[in-house]
């Protein structure tokens, strides 16, 4: 048995989340028949004062659906250089929406109004129309730091003047709430879509949710289809997402907690020259020596773990790490 730090999409579904899928009621969701999906999209709309929601695949795709919605091609969007949306989706921005991207350097990916406002074009013929601003709570390549709904409220209100749409990148974000304090149902009404994961910290095993105002979850539904994300009996899926926004939201602080451990001890190590602040479940981590060197003799001691760059490793705790795994990682870290 290894103890797998390389994620938080690792986790598999625990005995009460079989039990829920096995026992879901479901139809055809491209005919809009799946009570488990609706009543998945209801319940986590209501969770963010948004109006309506659409279960996807991926947070992937939530994401290039709602920069589908939210653009026309030859704009620009704004967001963070670390963004999910921008590294991680395959270009997916110029494939899918043909609209273009200003990057700016957040602090741990965390953008202001001020650096916004200065890079939202004029009209002009030479520019692309800037349209969409996306903001990712947790950063995940920021090692899970957090805005709070403060830092938010200014830049909604920027976007607001400007007629901008703004989108949120909520993988995990009920991490972010976890760690400040935020309600989300606050989230609702600064954002005009607001993604997010179930199979993150959440511990489904399939699926994000994209929230938005009716019509565009409209609009979205086409998308959604014709990226082939029209999924029929995705109830059983639902019922895990369902199943996770009731039993395993509290508990994220546990992992939470773990990471800060394993934080503690790695600014023991001499081995280690940088530890960046633990928020939430990502802890991020610079070695001496190449980070594959490491990760080769943790993996010698059944600890798998992922480098983000040469010199970078990175930690993620989960639903599938427990305490005595922490115990034994931070013996191993203590002994490297
Ligand atoms: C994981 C992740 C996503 C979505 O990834 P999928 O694997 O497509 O579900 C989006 N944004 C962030 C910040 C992520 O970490």
Not at 62 to 90: M, W
Not at 245 to 266: G, N, S, T
Request: charged fraction near 25%; aromatic fraction near 6%.
């Amino acid at each position: 048995m290894f103890v797998d730090l390389r994620s938080d999409t690792v986790t598999k579904p625990t005995p009460g989340m079989l039990e829920a899928m096995w026992s879901a009621k479901v139809g055809d969701d491209v005919f809009g028949e799946d009570e488990t999906v609706n009543a998945l999209e209801e319940k986590a709309a209501k969770m963010f004062g948004m109006e309506a929601g659409l279960f996807c695949p991926s947070g992937t795709m939530t994401n290039q659906i709602a920069i589908k919605c939210f653009t026309q091609p030859l704009d620009e969007l704004i967001a963070d250089q670390t963004s999910h949306v921008y590294r991680y989706e395959g270009g997916g921005i110029a494939f899918n929406s043909a609209v273009s991207t200003r990057l700016l350097n957040g602090d741990r990916g965390r953008i202001t109004a001020e650096m916004i406002a200065p890079e939202i074009n004029a009209e002009n013929v030479h520019y692309p129309r800037t349209s969409l601003v996306v903001l990712e709570n947790t950063v995940n390549k920021g090692g899970g730091s957090c805005y709070t709904l403060e830092d938010i409220k200014p830049i909604a209100e920027l976007c607001q003047n400007k007629g901008l749409k703004l989108h949120l990148d909520g993988a995990r974000i009920f991490n972010a709430l976890t760690n400040t304090g935020d309600k989300a149902g606050d989230y609702g009404k600064y954002f005009d879509g607001i993604s997010v994961c179930l199979s993150k910290g959440l511990g489904a095993p399939v699926g994000s949710v994209l929230l938005a105002d009716k019509a565009t979850i409209k609009y979205a539904r086409r998308v959604r289809k014709v990226l082939g994300g029209g999924m029929r009996q995705a109830g059983f899926l639902a019922a895990a997402g369902i199943y996770a926004l009731d039993h395993h939201v509290e508990r994220l602080k546990i992992d939470h907690a773990h990471a800060r451990i394993l934080a503690e001890q790695l600014q023991l190590c001499s081995w280690v020259k940088n530890i960046l602040p633990a928020d939430t479940n990502i802890v991020l981590f610079d070695t001496i020596e190449p980070a594959a060197n490491i990760l080769q003799k943790l993996l010698d001691k059944g600890i798998k773990a992922n480098s983000t760059d040469t010199h970078r490793i990175r930690f993620v705790t989960h639903l599938d790490i427990h305490p005595d795994q922490v115990e034994y990682v931070v013996k191993v870290l203590s002994e490297l």
